[in-house]
């Protein structure tokens, strides 16, 4: 199947999904400036997947893929070294 990507994001959730099978999955990508951009995936963990899935979908995350299995990005790099704690609204909290 084609890679696919999240829903146009709402003002309230400017980051998607994108790369996976479903919209569902994928590398995490954050609107800012106008402009997307990735989330690096540099100690990513389920705590940090648990955030990005609760602000999209309402849901806490299965698992935590890293090492860019989703392809690595194009765009600028946004957001590095996350550290959730996985009780966060958002994952630029």
Sequence with gaps: PS????PA??????LR???GTSEYEGRVE???D??????CDDSWDLDDANVVCQQLFGVGALEAK????FGEGSDPIWMDNVQ???DEYALWQ
Excluded at 66 to 69: E, I
Aim: hydrophobic share 35%.
């Design 3 to 6: 890679p696919t990507a999240t």
């Design 9 to 14: 994001p709402t003002i309230g959730h400017p």
């Design 17 to 19: 999904l994108v790369g």
């Design 30 to 32: 954050i609107l800012h």
């Design 34 to 39: 106008g402009q997307w951009g990735t989330v």
């Design 66 to 69: 890293d090492d860019a299995f």
């Design 84 to 86: 959730c704690s996985g």
